[in-house]
């Protein structure tokens, strides 16, 4: 009896785990990197060599920070250009304008999608 209650409550906290990581995948967004997803893959590297599972970790967080602040500041950059080419209508009151913003994640998609990169030419 002793075994089954501990099999229930293994397998509802596992189900509340399951549901929680499940969730919070559904609200990431399509950022890349980070310091958990730089930080694991550092302490697994670090481990394998020669037991630095701390510095490893430390120094994949360090990149992955790094490699989150260069994309943000790409998309910063984008939606200033996008800025650039399409100002705000002088006429549209405060509310409009509030109503119709985007964030710099949407402008700067809009401007890739005004903006294709020149075809390659083959050899």
């Known amino acids: 009896m002793m075994q089954t209650m501990t099999v229930q409550k293994i397998s509802r ?6 549901t929680l990581v ?3 995948v559904a ?9 958990l ?8 590297g670090g481990h394998v060599a020669n037991h630095h599972t701390v510095a490893g970790a430390m120094g994949g967080c360090a990149v992955g920070m790094y490699k989150r602040h260069e994309y943000r500041k790409g998309l910063r950059e984008k939606a200033a250009l996008y800025d650039k080419e399409h100002p705000a209508d002088p006429k549209e009151s405060l509310w409009e304008r509030y109503r119709n913003r985007k964030t710099d994640e949407q402008k700067a998609t809009l401007y890739d999608a005004e903006h294709p990169p020149a075809p390659q030419a083959a050899h």
């Open 22 to 24: 499940g969730s919070a």
């Open 13 to 18: 906290v596992f189900l509340l785990a399951t």
């Open 37 to 44: 997803k730089y930080g694991a893959v550092g302490a697994v």
């Open 27 to 35: 609200v990431a967004h399509a950022e890349p990197g980070g310091c």
